[in-house]
C-alpha cells in the first residue's frame, strides 16, 4: 500500500532524448533555423536525467522562488500577447526535445497555443543513415534522392562533378536525345572509373 502511494504522488517525468535514443550522442547536427512547431510534436527534453514534469515544468523540489517570479513573468508576457524569444529545440525524425525554454512551452501549453517559435537543429541518428546509405545502394543511378557523401565533398573541393553529378548529366542528356526521337549515345565511363571490363 505505501508503495502504491508513493506511485500516486510521484509526478510524470518528462521523455530525455537520451532515454529514448540513446545514440544520440554520436549523431550529426544539422541547422534548421528558425521554425514554428507544433506543440503536439515537442515530447521530451534534450536534460539527461530528466528535471522536468509531462507539463515541462520544473520537477517541484527545483522550483524556488526565482523560478516563480520567473514563471510569472512569462506568463504575464504569454497573456499579454508579447513577443518572447524563440525557444531552442533538437529534431528527431518528427519529434522535438526542448533544449532550451521549457518554461515557454509550459507557458504555451496553459495558454493552448497550437505552435511556437524554435530555433531547430535536427539530429540524424546513426541508424537513420544506415538505413538511408543501405536504401541508396539498391536505388538506379539517376536517383536523386542521394546523399551527399565524402566522395562528392572531395570532388567539390576539387572543383570537378561528382560521380552522382556525372551520371545524373548523362541520363539527363540520354532522356534528352529519347525525347528528339534519337538513339541515346553509348556513354563513356567517367575518367576517375575504370572501364567495365578492367580489373578494379
Not at 570532388?155 to 528528339?180: F, H, I, K, Q, Y
Amino acid at each position: 500500500m505505501r508503495e502504491r502511494l508513493r506511485d500516486a504522488t510521484k509526478p510524470d517525468l518528462l521523455p530525455s532524448l537520451y532515454d529514448r535514443n540513446p545514440d544520440a550522442t554520436a549523431a550529426a547536427r544539422r541547422a534548421r533555423g528558425l521554425q514554428v512547431v507544433p506543440l503536439d510534436q515537442i515530447v521530451g527534453t534534450t536534460r539527461h536525467p530528466t528535471q522536468n514534469t509531462a507539463d515541462f515544468l520544473p520537477l517541484p523540489i527545483l522550483r524556488g522562488r526565482n523560478w516563480e517570479a520567473r514563471w510569472r513573468r512569462i506568463l504575464r508576457a504569454v497573456e499579454h500577447l508579447e513577443v518572447l524569444p524563440a525557444i531552442d529545440l533538437v529534431q528527431v525524425g518528427d519529434e522535438y526535445y526542448v533544449a532550451d525554454g521549457h518554461n515557454r512551452v509550459a507557458a504555451a501549453l496553459r495558454n493552448r497555443a497550437a505552435a511556437i517559435d524554435a530555433d531547430v537543429t535536427e539530429l540524424v541518428l546513426p541508424r537513420v543513415e544506415e538505413e538511408i546509405g543501405h536504401q541508396h545502394t539498391h536505388e538506379a543511378p539517376d536517383a536523386h534522392t542521394l546523399l551527399l557523401g565524402a566522395d562528392e565533398v572531395r570532388s567539390a573541393v576539387a572543383g570537378r562533378p561528382s560521380r552522382t553529378a556525372e551520371r545524373r548529366l548523362r541520363v539527363d542528356e540520354m532522356r534528352r536525345e529519347e525525347l528528339a526521337g534519337d538513339e541515346p549515345s553509348e556513354v563513356e565511363p567517367p575518367a576517375d572509373e575504370p572501364p567495365a571490363d578492367e580489373p578494379t
